[in-house]
């Protein structure tokens, strides 16, 4: 559009309408870069999830598996000191406060990037007073000019790089990614969290069966002992059968403090998963008394969406593809705009009077000619790390079916043997009681007694530990299952924050 250089008839106010006129240039260069805007093009390619192929049904999933994996499985236990400390840890335990820290770095970054594709506007603001030498200066111009002389300028700045090939909207989808993959390392934290809490405190009550096992065997043989010491004396035995039985009584005794060791380390382990010093642990209900959980259902494709490792992965993955298209942005010209208006004055009673305005406005194009491959040599670490990103993509769906199956082939397994276990402590506790009868009637040594107690004694042991690996075993399954079950042990962290991808930014979306 044209600017007469003339006044137009009629018009009385020289300043207004070139006022007016500039506004009118303002509305033709808006109009001009909202085209521009218009026909720009984001370079780089467009995500699409990879096609991998996955299994139609998990190899070992029981035929009653129930449809319980969104549940807070951890209550099936129906133990309340349990669910209580599972509470405390979700609460207290440092590694899910460390966790909710890096999603809120996370989103600053995204809040950070998402800015440039803003205009940026700032303001400055200056005085300052200058007295010079007027040593060698003719008098008459000494006079004229005012010495000292002030400075004063208040300025408002504006700057915009226009992202014609969207470079900046990849970025901000990179950082978008990787905020949505920081959360669900949160939320893989917190899986973890409650699994480890639940096997500890199960692997404790199992140890803490052992211990009974231990001390009431450990006091059956001292009475033993006793009393074959007494039949020593009154030489109605050898001393042979005394040390078959001190060798039995010292061989319980040994159990003892190996497994008080084994409570110990699992306690200062509960600990720090409590966010605790280290301290006494509360027990619940004992290993017998605890109700085993059922198999959860699930079809391996649920995987994809509930395992927060997966969706971290695919996220990560999703962020290295959009840096190719930041990357390749590089190759084309990046235009920008600056602009800026105030006052600027050598008297402050002057500043903010008409004749010390000022302004400008200017616009960049800048691109590359030869850069020699630092162009090039981005795209390619851009590509290669999309390729590494979907490698770990594709490891990860596979490591997570074999966690399930193994979780589920283990739980599978352990069941069983916790049933021979039991039929061997009952077997072998029918062999002492008979082996007892047959030694007070006379109809057989000691020996015999002594070695069905040292048969009996390792396999009670033994089945408090298959028991407690029978529960834990249930929590691998869960654990390796995932599940919404997530999203209320979020809630009970008092870390949880909204969505990332409906955080407020204070900007409108880029995508």
């Not at 009681?433 to 048969?455: F, I, K, N, P, W």
Request: aromatic fraction near 8%; hydrophobic fraction near 45%; include cysteine.
């Amino acid at each position: 559009m044209a600017v007469p250089r003339t006044l137009p008839p009629g018009t009385a106010a020289p300043r207004a309408w070139r006022r007016r006129a500039r506004h009118r240039a303002w509305r033709v260069l808006a109009a001009a870069l909202g085209a521009v805007l218009a026909t720009g093009c984001t370079v780089g390619p467009d995500y699409a999830r990879p096609t991998i192929a996955t299994p139609t049904r998990f190899a070992y999933l029981p035929k009653d598996a129930a449809e319980v994996a969104n549940s807070r499985w951890w209550q099936q236990f129906d133990d309340p000191v349990l669910d209580a400390l599972i509470a405390e840890a979700l609460a207290h335990n440092e590694n899910v406060k460390v966790a909710a820290g890096n999603v809120e770095a996370a989103a600053g970054i995204l809040t950070q990037t998402r800015s440039a594709a803003f205009p940026q506007v700032g303001y400055d603001a200056s005085a300052g007073r200058t007295r010079t030498s007027e040593a060698g200066m003719a008098p008459e111009l000494a006079a004229r000019i005012p010495n000292p002389q002030g400075a004063y300028q208040a300025l408002l700045s504006a700057s915009w790089e226009i992202d014609l090939w969207g470079r900046i909207r990849r970025l901000s989808e990179a950082a978008r990614a990787n905020l949505l993959a920081t959360d669900e390392a949160r939320k893989g934290v917190i899986l973890t969290l409650v699994a480890g809490v639940a096997t500890n405190y199960l692997t404790l009550r199992g140890l803490d069966q052992q211990l009974i096992v231990a001390k009431q065997t450990l006091a059956a043989y001292g009475e033993s002992l006793q009393l074959f010491k007494l039949q020593f004396q009154y030489g109605q035995i050898s001393q042979m059968n005394v040390a078959q039985v001190q060798s039995q009584y010292e061989t319980a005794a040994a159990q003892i403090p190996q497994i008080e060791s084994q409570i110990a380390q699992i306690e200062l382990a509960l600990g720090v998963l409590l966010g605790r010093n280290p301290g006494p642990i509360p027990r619940g209900k004992s290993i017998y008394e605890l109700v085993l959980p059922a198999v959860p259902a699930g079809l391996p494709s649920q995987l994809l969406t509930r395992r927060p490792d997966l969706v971290q992965a695919e996220n990560e993955l999703i962020a290295a593809n959009a840096q190719i298209g930041a990357a390749r942005a590089l190759y084309f010209p990046t235009v920008s705009l600056t602009g800026g208006g105030g006052t600027a004055s050598a008297s402050l009673s002057d500043l903010f009077h008409g004749p010390a305005r000022v302004w400008s406005y200017a616009g960049a194009l800048a691109g590359p000619i030869f850069t020699f491959g630092a162009v090039s040599g981005q795209v390619a670490q851009a590509e290669g790390a999309r390729e590494a990103a979907l490698a770990g993509y594709r490891y990860a769906i596979q490591n997570a079916f074999a966690e399930v199956d193994t979780s589920l082939v283990a739980n599978q397994k352990v069941q069983e043997q916790l049933a021979a276990q039991q039929r061997l402590v009952d077997a072998l506790k029918d062999y002492a009681r008979l082996a007892h009868l047959q030694y007070d009637g006379g109809y057989t040594s000691y020996t015999t007694v002594l070695q069905a107690e040292q048969q009996l004694f390792p396999a009670e042991l033994a089945l408090a530990a298959v028991r407690a690996s029978t529960f834990s075993s249930s929590v691998a399954i869960y654990k390796a299952m995932g599940g919404g079950w997530i999203v209320d042990a979020d809630r009970m962290t008092g870390n949880a924050a909204p969505p990332p991808a409906t955080r407020a930014t204070g900007m409108p979306p880029l995508f």
